[in-house]
């Protein structure tokens, strides 16, 4: 009869071929180095920065489509627009002051097409900035 042997189970890894590829990867990196040139990131400075922005125009669309135009200089209460008359009641606003930024305060329910028509209506005018208003994540 022949006699069989029990073959032993190896429980280690070997990592020797691991090992050889991860320092031929850190020659390449070392020699590939010093050719990679780290963009430079021009960060502005407080002595160059323009006067702080004035308080801005915000037009509040409200989720049944009515608009309230409201001047926050003024810290008024705001009046009703419709689409047709946003071009005059903003135009009115910005006469002074034409750089004057315009930010949009929408309800959570209002269309998206709304808003659009919004923005396209304020830069047909030529309002240089027109934002989005939100509020903050509650934590």
């Known amino acids: 009869m022949i006699a069989r042997r029990t073959r032993k189970a190896i429980n280690q890894i070997n990592v020797v071929p691991y090992i050889d590829v991860m320092l031929v990867l850190l020659v390449i990196f070392m020699v590939t180095a010093p050719f990679i040139s780290p963009t430079q990131v021009e960060l502005p400075s407080v002595g ?5 922005p004035g308080a801005p125009l915000e037009l509040v669309i409200r989720a049944d489509g009515s608009m309230l135009l409201r001047d926050r200089a003024r810290d008024d209460a705001g ?12 135009g009115e606003r910005l006469a002074d002051d034409a750089t004057r930024p315009v930010v949009i305060a929408a309800d959570r329910d209002v269309r998206y097409d709304n808003v659009m028509q919004a923005m396209d209506q304020l830069q047909a005018m030529g309002v240089a900035r027109v934002g989005l208003l939100t509020k903050p994540a509650q934590p």
């Open 48 to 52: 160059h920065s323009a006067q702080a």
């Open 79 to 90: 009046e009703a627009v419709t689409q047709a008359g946003l071009r005059a009641a903003v």
